[in-house]
T-cell receptor, first 110, second 110 residues
Framework: RKEVEQDPGPFNVPEGATVAFNCTYS??????FFWYRQDCRKEPKLLMS???SGNEDGRFTAQLNRASQYISLLIRDSKLSDSATYLC???????????FGTGTSLTVIP | EAQVTQNPRYLITVTGKKLTVTCSQN?????MSWYRQDPGLGLRQIYY???????DKGDVPEGYKVSRKEKRNFPLILESPSPNQTSLYFC?????????FGPGTRLTVT
């Protein structure tokens, strides 16, 4: 079983729509959770960390459910510039390995 | 400017010809790692290093070597490249849990 699993999409949504991505992880010992964004042929960049209480950064909201080993990312009021691949990332602890999901592709359509 | 640099950015080589991809960071981070990214498989960790002279295998270390003789540099060595090592390679450094990626090296082995 993969460490991290994501629906690859693609998600094609109109501007202004709300879209949600989900991710599951297999190892209950995982401690840190992140969403990264990757534009085509570019390096991944941190979008946001995911905290147990949930956290919000502008139009982006991340949630963590440890009982179900499930992470989500909600994007409200989608912009054309949100088009990218979103990577779910899990870490078992500082200094240990990072595990990446295969990514979910989002295209925001005018 | 804080940055992670990789060289070369693009490389086409032949089977069996030893090569080194360099990675350098100016952020004084202790943790560095190498990933490869392949379609449908996402980013997979090859090796990581928690500090100078400390390296550990990631998920896909076969066919690769690394060294960490100084904090800023973490070269990836392919002693005898094979076509299945054709991939997009990223170097990353980490402060706490956030990772900063280099721009990537696209390697083709014929």
């Amino acid at each position: 079983r993969k460490e991290v699993e994501q629906d690859p999409g693609p998600f094609n949504v109109p501007e202004g729509a709300t879209v949600a991505f989900n991710c599951t992880y297999s190892n209950s010992a995982s401690q840190s959770f992140f969403w990264y964004r990757q534009d085509c042929r570019k390096e991944p960049k941190l979008l946001m960390s995911v905290y147990s209480s949930g956290n919000e950064d502008g139009r982006f909201t991340a949630q963590l459910n440890r009982a179900s080993q499930y992470i989500s990312l909600l994007i409200r009021d989608s912009k054309l510039s949100d088009s990218a691949t979103y990577l779910c990332v899990v870490n078992r602890g500082t200094g240990n390995q990072f595990y990446f999901g295969t990514g979910t592709s989002l295209t925001v359509i005018p | 400017e804080a940055q992670v640099t990789q060289n070369p950015r693009y490389l086409i080589t032949v089977t069996g010809k030893k090569l080194t991809v360099t990675c350098s960071q100016n952020m004084n981070h202790e943790y560095m790692s190498w990933y490869r990214q392949d379609p449908g498989l996402g980013l997979r960790q090859i090796y990581y290093s928690m500090n100078v002279e400390v390296t550990d295998k990631g998920d896909v270390p076969e066919g690769y070597k690394v060294s960490r003789k100084e904090k800023r540099n973490f070269p990836l060595i392919l002693e005898s490249p094979s076509p299945n090592q054709t991939s997009l390679y990223f170097c990353a450094t980490s402060w706490g849990s956030e990772q900063y990626f280099g721009p990537g090296t696209r390697l083709t082995v014929t």
